[in-house]
């Protein structure tokens, strides 16, 4: 049982470290970092915003020791050289060298998906025909499949139902053995959290295009006993 604290998408606010610092360390076990941490609205040109960023989040990874980070589609685009929506080919080297700077401080803590007891985080959600498509029906525990994604790279995670782009909110998808694991998700932006066919979406910190908050812009605590959540 562990009770965690989520961080849901960054891009480029890193104020959000902030406020999750603001939170009583009693009042939680784990910390999560639920994935992209650059690029938004505008920020093509800014690259002392993707340079605070990231340095931001290098010294709270750095401050909490123990805390986990998830890759998300933003972040590993610079990595792989993948354009999407969002990129800044201006920004390009600032980001790569800086999550790069990131990636040494947290070594094995980043990764695509993290496991707490039976509850999942990720970037965006571990689909079953994901599993299936990339891994196999052979491949039954959940560590050897975690292990394996974590392993994998842009020609097999640069697709719709991967655990960095999957969008179980809006497209049906089936979660991986959603008889068993409750998920932690980003990546689609909500109003308020979405509690829903066994995954929690938490992207609350997203903006409109002229900069006013789509989302609660709240923080929240993940239960993975009880799988209730609470704000922080």
């Not at 650059?38 to 605070?52: F, M, Q, R, S, T």
């Not at 990636?103 to 965006?124: C, G, N, Q």
């Not at 994901?130 to 891994?135: D, M």
Request: with cysteine; proline share 3%; aromatic share 12%.
């Amino acid at each position: 049982m562990s009770r965690v604290l989520a961080i849901p998408d960054v891009h480029l606010k890193p104020w959000i470290f902030d406020m999750a610092d603001r939170v009583d360390e009693n009042s939680y076990d784990d910390i999560v970092i639920l994935g992209d941490l650059v690029d938004d609205w505008g920020k093509e040109n800014d690259l002392d915003a993707y340079n605070e960023t990231l340095d931001r989040a290098a010294e709270f990874g750095k401050e909490h020791d123990q805390s986990l980070w998830c890759y998300g589609n933003h972040d590993v685009s610079y990595l792989w050289d993948a354009m999407e929506s969002g990129y800044s080919v201006q920004a390009r080297i600032t980001a790569i060298e800086g999550i790069t700077r990131l990636e040494r401080v947290l070594e094995e803590r980043f990764r695509f998906i993290h496991k707490i007891d039976d509850v999942l985080f990720s970037h965006a959600g571990l689909t079953e025909s994901f599993v299936f498509q990339t891994c196999g029906y052979h491949m039954k525990e959940i560590e050897d499949i975690l292990a394996r994604i974590n392993r994998m790279g842009k020609q097999e995670l640069w697709r719709d139902n991967s655990p960095i782009w999957a969008r179980p909110q809006a497209d049906f998808y089936r979660m991986f053995r959603d008889d068993l694991f409750y998920q932690v998700v980003g990546h689609t932006p909500v109003e308020e959290p979405l509690d829903l066919g066994g995954v929690l979406t938490l992207d609350l910190f997203s903006t409109y295009s002229n900069g006013d908050p789509y989302g609660n812009q709240k923080l929240y605590i993940v239960d993975t006993a009880t799988r209730k959540f609470e704000e922080a």
